[in-house]
């Protein structure tokens, strides 16, 4: 999926237009315990209720492209009977009605969600008559030739509000709350089957992580039998060893300031296609030459970008291995951080037989919030 499709997708969860039909819920406890279930028709709830859950719903499907959001491929052998897909298919073709289906569905969830506190399963089923779209890019909303059947799983922590004194409309009073538990934000979520190319991709799903940092790695083995594209930590680590490895001892400012620039103007070129600017093999060689790599320098990379890369190759996502807004320079001792439009004044000079980093002083210069002036330089002769 691309973020135009995910944009499409997530206009089914208005609460005045919503196309989900069924939920199920299930909440469990720190013991991995199911406290309680829940089996509804969707639209028969209340409008403020039906809004607080569109807008989790939203949610499960936020964020950016390769940091939060993954689109998730499932391996040949899962789509056959006895698969992962294949369960996921049947699940979603039930339309939720099995109840048997749907606890050995829960069951999945919680035997592999490693999460230390309370938290609530969502599971819903929705259908979307397509519209057609103009040449022109637009919607026609009364015609249709595909409908899109999907469900889509949000798992929220369930959290302690905080205690204390708090305002009670119906007695007009202030009462105690200590014991008040409330939905939080989606962990994780998956939408299945994926919306490619405005139609139904059954050999794909999209998975979402509320945290790049755990990602909830173990319920994608369980739930879809495969592993989640290289995360975002690791995408920059392969970049940068692979820079560092191949450049050597020519990895120095210039060299490395010149992909930095590369990689920016790339992804400005790129800023209105809806699929994630990628990185792969041939573009990181061209990089590497562009900055000046020499041919015994290049020599090298192929082996390099395997032993980085490992087993998984996919592409680097560009904005997961590049900082557009800013360029930083650290030591052990210092960080500096500069605008990337203004980098162009950071130069670096050899004095005295030690490199430095020079940077021009602009007039409001602060330190520690603090306006200081600049030394005035003495006054040479003639």
Same mark, same amino acid.
């Given at each position: ?87 996921? #298919? ?214 390099? #970008? ?77």
């Amino acid at each position: 999926m691309d973020k135009k499709a995910v944009t499409e997708i997530k206009k089914l969860f208005k609460k005045d237009d919503c196309r989900v039909d069924r939920m199920r819920a299930c909440y469990v406890n720190e013991d991995k315990e199911k406290i309680s279930t829940l089996h509804d028709t969707f639209l028969a709830l209340q409008d403020e209720e039906m809004a607080k859950y569109c807008e989790l719903f939203k949610k499960s499907l936020a964020g950016k492209f390769g940091r939060n959001l993954f689109n998730v491929p499932f391996p040949l052998e899962e789509e056959k009977p006895g698969g992962h897909q294949e369960f996921l #298919y049947r699940l979603q073709q039930s339309e939720l009605k099995d109840d048997a289906l749907v606890q050995e569905f829960f069951d999945k969830v919680i035997g592999s969600y490693q999460f230390p506190g309370k938290y609530l399963i969502l599971l819903v089923h929705g259908v979307y008559d397509i519209p057609m779209k103009t040449s022109d890019d637009l919607m026609m909303e009364d015609a249709s030739e595909y409908v899109y059947s999907f469900i889509l799983c949000s798992i929220c922590p369930v959290t302690l509000l905080r205690e204390g004194l708090c305002y009670d409309a119906s007695v007009q009073t202030f009462l105690s709350r200590t014991d008040d538990w409330g939905v939080q934000k989606p962990d994780a979520a998956f939408l299945f089957p994926s919306f490619n190319d405005r139609n139904t991709d059954l050999h794909e799903t999209l998975y979402y992580s509320r945290s790049a940092q755990e990602r909830h790695e173990e319920l994608a083995l369980d739930l879809f039998g495969t592993e989640l594209p290289r995360a975002e930590k690791d995408q920059q680590q392969v970049f940068r060893d692979v820079i560092e490895a191949t450049l050597g001892r020519d990895c120095d400012f210039e060299a490395v300031k010149t992909i930095s620039d590369t990689v920016n103007q790339m992804i400005r070129e790129h800023e209105k296609d809806p699929y994630p600017l990628t990185i792969g093999k041939h573009d990181l060689k061209r990089l590497l030459e562009e900055s000046g790599a020499d041919a015994d320098a290049m020599s090298n990379f192929e082996s390099i #970008y395997e032993e980085a890369v490992g087993e998984d190759d996919s592409p680097l996502i560009a904005e997961n291995v590049q900082n557009t807004k800013s360029i930083t320079v650290s030591s052990d001792n210092v960080k500096l951080s500069v605008k990337s439009e203004v980098s162009d004044v950071v130069e670096t000079r050899v004095i005295d037989g030690r490199e430095y980093f020079l940077i021009p002083v602009s007039d409001n210069l602060e330190v520690n919030g603090i306006r200081i002036r600049q030394k005035k330089l003495p006054e040479t002769e003639g």
